[in-house]
């Protein structure tokens, strides 16, 4: 069962995340994007590239992936 229905990025390095439940996210990853983890992401137009397959979000073809508890992690973090 897929998790996120879809994902747009948005300015200022947030996502705008529509879960299959309806519920809809506003993720800042800014915070993240000085880790080794996220640091790719200071790339504006590899953010923008951002994908997901429903369990998996994605930028630059997998270049940096994430799933969805590490999603959730941003948001508590």
Do not use: H, Q
């Not at 992401?41 to 953010?47: E, H, K, S």
Request: glycine share 6%; charged share 30%.
């Amino acid at each position: 069962m897929a998790f996120i229905r879809s994902i747009v990025p948005l300015n200022d390095w947030r996502l705008f995340v529509e879960m299959e439940t309806g519920s809809v996210l506003i993720v800042d990853v800014s915070r993240k994007l000085e880790t080794a983890r996220y640091g790719d992401l200071r790339d504006a137009a590899l953010f923008r590239s951002v994908r997901t397959d429903g369990d998996v979000i994605s930028w630059g073809d997998g270049k940096v992936t994430i799933t969805v508890r590490e999603l959730i992690d941003a948001l508590l973090c």
